[in-house]
């Protein structure tokens, strides 16, 4: 009795983020299908190599591919891949890079350094950027390299492919690379309606850390490099930061599973299709603001106080402290309706005790 007034009821699915999901069935079976029997370690096994063959069909290039751990890690060491320690990354004031990875990326080029742009719904905005970079010349000012893209985005929008090319020729008047946080890339690829090759190398994007986790996988993460020369040596900075999986595979197989099968699109299209219905079903209520357009697999809204805290003594877990605030809510690959139609029932009870 005393442990169900301290502890709230225990929910069978969250809303906190895609990554509290489990392993979809696709990435489980491959997962145990490589465990099958003895292979080489350190990948080259013949998983990594029929994963990375995929993502050269995926992309229709051939390109570089790494797996490694983690996001912090995709991101940290692609962008020490682009960078010398004088150099700087410009990226949105919201980015995961700048916010929520510890230094990593400043720690891993040895001090390259984040210069951070405003732009309205988590976007960079070329026209914002480029007084940034132009703003100084000399020789005591990071000199600009790289324009770090989140797609989708912090807040759950898109960019779109004219959005691309338009901060491709800002990268292009000023030498700079274009890396691109693919945190959620496969539920950008469905919001779009395009393919992975026309939101990425097409627009001049030249790597993107490709998120498994997110998607479905029980971890992991891809580094893609379209111009190969940017991948030179990139192996051993993968083995300096301890992100060389010996059984590779177990990384692989499942990145492979969600390949073969087309999982990674089913899982992200099911993502956003849900985060649609607990849009639609929010909006319902008027004291209910959704703070950004929702255009990928998160909602955010801005709830009153007594709600908020409200749902979180009913059990439910979300973050509020992600981009400027807000109740984020996101939808993963197992998602179910049943679920969103509870989480709104005690929103609207507690919106009529909020009265
Ligand atoms: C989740 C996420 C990452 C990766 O985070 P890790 O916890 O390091 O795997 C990177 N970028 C964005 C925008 C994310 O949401």
Same mark, same amino acid.
């Not at 890690?73 to 949105?92: D, G, P, T």
């Not at 692989?252 to 299209?269: M, Q, V």
């Given at each position: 009795?005393?442990? *169900?007034?301290?502890? #709230?009821?225990?929910?069978? /699915?969250?809303?906190?983020? %895609?990554? +509290?999901?489990?392993?979809? #069935?696709?990435?489980?079976?491959?997962?145990?299908?490589?465990?099958?029997?003895?292979?080489?370690?350190?990948?080259?096994?013949?998983?990594?190599?029929?994963? *990375?063959?995929?993502?050269?069909?995926? !992309?229709?290039?051939?390109?570089?591919?790494?797996?490694?751990?983690?996001?912090?890690?995709?991101?940290?060491?692609? &962008?020490?891949?682009?960078?010398?320690?004088?150099?700087?990354?410009?990226?949105?004031?919201?980015?995961?890079?700048?916010?929520?990875?510890?230094?990593?990326?400043?720690? !891993?080029?040895?001090?390259?350094?984040?210069?951070?742009? #405003?732009?309205?719904?988590?976007?960079? =905005?070329?026209?914002?950027?480029?007084?940034?970079?132009?703003?100084?010349? %000399?020789?005591?000012?990071?000199? #600009?390299?790289?324009?770090?893209?989140?797609?989708?985005?912090?807040?759950?929008?898109?960019?779109?492919?004219?959005? @691309?090319?338009?901060?491709?020729?800002?990268?292009?008047?000023?030498? @700079?690379?274009?890396?691109?946080?693919?945190?959620?890339?496969?539920?950008?690829?469905?919001?779009?309606?395009?393919?992975?090759?026309?939101?990425?190398?097409?627009?001049?994007?030249?790597?993107?850390? !490709?998120?498994?986790?997110?998607?479905?996988?029980?971890?992991?993460?891809?580094?893609?490099?379209?111009? /190969?020369?940017?991948?030179? %040596?990139?192996?051993?900075?993968?083995?300096?930061?301890?992100?060389?999986?010996?059984?590779?595979? !177990?990384?692989?197989?499942?990145? &492979?599973?969600?390949?073969?099968?087309?999982?990674?699109?089913?899982?992200?299209?099911?993502?956003?299709?849900?985060?649609? +219905?607990?849009?639609?079903?929010?909006?319902? @209520?008027?004291?209910?603001?959704?703070?950004?357009?929702? $255009?990928?697999?998160?909602?955010?809204?801005?709830?009153?106080?007594?709600?908020?805290?409200? &749902?979180?003594?009913?059990?439910? &877990?979300?973050?509020?402290?992600?981009?400027?605030?807000?109740?984020?809510?996101?939808?993963?690959?197992?998602?179910?309706? $049943?679920?969103?139609?509870?989480?709104?029932? =005690?929103?609207?009870?507690?919106?009529?005790?909020? %009265?």
């Amino acid at each position: 009795m005393l442990d *169900a007034m301290i502890d #709230p009821p225990q929910k069978l /699915q969250q809303f906190a983020s %895609d990554n +509290y999901s489990g392993i979809c #069935p696709e990435a489980l079976d491959y997962l145990h299908k490589a465990n099958g029997g003895d292979v080489p370690a350190y990948g080259n096994d013949i998983w990594t190599e029929r994963a *990375a063959n995929q993502f050269r069909e995926l !992309f229709e290039r051939d390109c570089e591919v790494f797996f490694v751990f983690n996001g912090t890690a995709a991101n940290s060491l692609s &962008l020490a891949s682009l960078c010398q320690s004088y150099h700087s990354v410009i990226c949105h004031e919201t980015a995961h890079i700048e916010t929520d990875e510890c230094g990593g990326p400043e720690f !891993f080029s040895n001090g390259s350094k984040l210069l951070l742009a #405003p732009g309205e719904n988590g976007r960079l =905005d070329p026209h914002a950027i480029e007084p940034l970079i132009t703003r100084r010349r %000399d020789i005591h000012y990071p000199k #600009p390299k790289v324009i770090s893209i989140t797609q989708a985005t912090e807040l759950g929008t898109v960019y779109s492919v004219e959005h @691309l090319l338009e901060l491709r020729h800002v990268a292009d008047r000023h030498q @700079l690379k274009i890396h691109m946080d693919g945190a959620r890339f496969a539920n950008a690829v469905v919001s779009l309606g395009k393919t992975p090759a026309e939101l990425t190398w097409k627009v001049g994007v030249d790597v993107l850390c !490709f998120c498994g986790t997110k998607n479905g996988m029980p971890v992991g993460e891809a580094i893609i490099f379209f111009d /190969q020369k940017l991948a030179e %040596d990139f192996a051993y900075r993968c083995k300096q930061a301890g992100q060389l999986a010996s059984k590779m595979r !177990f990384i692989s197989a499942p990145w &492979l599973g969600l390949l073969e099968t087309g999982a990674w699109f089913k899982n992200a299209e099911h993502a956003n299709a849900m985060a649609a +219905y607990l849009e639609a079903q929010l909006l319902q @209520l008027p004291e209910v603001k959704l703070m950004f357009p929702r $255009e990928a697999n998160g909602v955010f809204v801005a709830l009153p106080e007594v709600v908020a805290t409200g &749902l979180r003594s009913c059990g439910w &877990l979300f973050y509020t402290f992600i981009g400027v605030g807000g109740v984020r809510l996101m939808c993963a690959w197992n998602t179910t309706k $049943e679920s969103i139609d509870a989480l709104i029932e =005690d929103v609207r009870s507690l919106l009529g005790t909020a %009265d």
